[in-house]
């Protein structure tokens, strides 16, 4: 293989779905497969899937992705998954369990257990945190069977490798394991878990194996293709969006409002809900607001939106001071548990109220990077927009007229790409 034939694939495992990604040594994309995967099983706050669902999800998207491409030309891979989600297994990386997903939020009795080990504003300490996970897996399979602690991404990889126990920096940050110090920290070891159960941690782009032989046959990849540690799924989102000097910054517009920007040292504060994840020698550091689109759909329909879309006036400030949350309550940038939501008053034309929301959410996605800058973070040069709420043209114009800087829509957003840009740039040759 000639280093100009050569590709990577980028990998994307979450919960509901799975997508793969090849792109050349230019980085352009040249086809990209996905699948769905069934609903994760919820009992009260456990949310629960079978890792299998995700090796069948990855086989399928890897089958499609190679009838696009020659996959003797694949050079390197690299997989990202969901934060927090955690699976334990044997020394075979068979599963002992099903995986507890990111929103799995377990018996609160944990974290009381670790508030009083772990440092304050430690990202550990939240009911969904890897580690709160492992806890109580540690507590309902055979001990002498387990032998891995492992995210969604590194159990792939090791599917791949035949190689378990590495993982990235960034799925483990919520599993305890201090990336400032690259170290996994003294205060576990008063934990009721065996240290050997926990990864070994690499920068993402980092080799953990060539693919194995047998998987070099299942889907014809050369024996040469290397495989890399990957990162978490918004990490990899926030890659493929471009970003990548201080100051640069990422607001996603989904359901909530997601605010992401890279700064030279690490910000964590529980109160906000704001920490660090490490990206080359800068820190990816965010927070979010339960403020955004969810709002909207609460008064209107999609259709409903569009059309109102192209009546709005961004020049023409409405004057309405909403403060828009689907319900009470608000952590970031505002902790108050109690925050009600400042709908009032409601004008009688659609549009205008329709206006007034867009700019309430504008003036929180502001305030939220001024606390952030308040905790020590760069205030943003320049801010690009992922999630469904970028391809508004009129709010963009609202958000830039707020905020004072250009705001961009990202030129791309996939996890899967982002993954497939780690697996390209690890590589020197």
């Known amino acids: 293989m000639t280093a100009s034939s050569a590709l990577y694939v980028g990998i994307d495992l979450g919960t509901s779905g799975c997508r793969a990604t090849a792109i050349n040594r230019d980085a352009t994309i040249l086809y990209t497969a996905s699948t769905d ?12 899937q079978d890792p299998g669902l995700w090796w069948q999800a990855v086989e399928r998207v890897l089958d499609e992705l190679f009838e696009q491409i020659d996959p003797a030309r694949v050079k390197r891979i690299a997989v990202d998954g969901t934060s927090g989600s955690v699976l334990v297994t044997n020394a075979a990386g068979e599963p002992l369990h099903e995986a507890l997903l990111y929103n799995d939020q377990r018996d609160p009795v944990y974290v009381e257990h670790l508030k009083a080990m772990a440092p304050p504003d430690n990202p550990v300490l939240s009911p969904n945190a890897g580690l709160v996970k492992l806890l109580w897996l540690s507590m309902h399979v055979d001990k002498s069977a387990l032998a891995h602690c492992l995210h969604q991404a ?48 690499q920068q993402p782009g980092e080799p953990i194996g060539p693919i194995s032989a047998h998987m070099a046959r299942r889907f014809n990849l050369s024996p040469e293709t290397l495989i890399v540690s990957g990162t978490t799924d918004s990490t990899a989102s926030f890659i493929a969006t471009g970003a990548s000097e201080p100051g640069d910054a990422v ?24 920490y660090s994840q ?27 939106l569009q059309a109102m879309t192209t009546q709005l006036d961004p020049q023409q400030h409405t004057g309405l001071d909403y403060y828009p949350l689907p319900a009470p309550g608000e952590r970031f940038p505002i902790n108050d548990p109690h925050l009600s939501p400042q709908l009032e008053p409601r004008p009688d034309d659609d549009v205008t109220f329709f206006q007034g929301l867009l700019e309430g959410i504008a003036r929180i996605e502001k305030q939220g990077y001024e606390r952030l800058a308040e905790l020590g973070a760069p205030f943003p040069k320049r801010i690009l927009t992922s999630g469904g709420g970028s391809v508004n043209d009129a709010w963009t114009q609202i958000r830039q007229s707020l905020l004072g800087l250009p705001v961009e829509t990202a030129p791309n957003t996939e996890a899967a790409y982002g993954s497939a840009l780690i697996a390209l740039r690890s590589d020197k040759n």
Request: charge should be negative.
């Open 251 to 274: 607001t996603v517009l989904g359901s909530t409002l997601v605010l992401k920007v890279l700064g030279p040292s690490p910000i964590l504060s529980a109160q906000y809900g704001v």
């Open 278 to 304: 490490p990206l080359g020698d800068l820190w990816l550091v965010g927070g979010a607001s339960s403020s955004g689109g969810a709002v909207l759909k609460q008064y209107f329909s999609d259709e409903q």
């Open 154 to 201: 590194d159990w792939i990889a090791g599917k791949l490798t035949d190689r378990y126990g590495i993982s990235d920096l960034n799925n483990c940050l919520k599993t305890g394991f201090n990336a400032e110090h690259h170290t996994w920290p003294r205060w576990m070891d008063t934990l009721p878990l065996d240290n050997a159960w926990l990864p070994d941690v």
């Open 37 to 48: 995967l069934p609903p994760a099983r919820a009992e009260g706050n456990a949310r629960y």
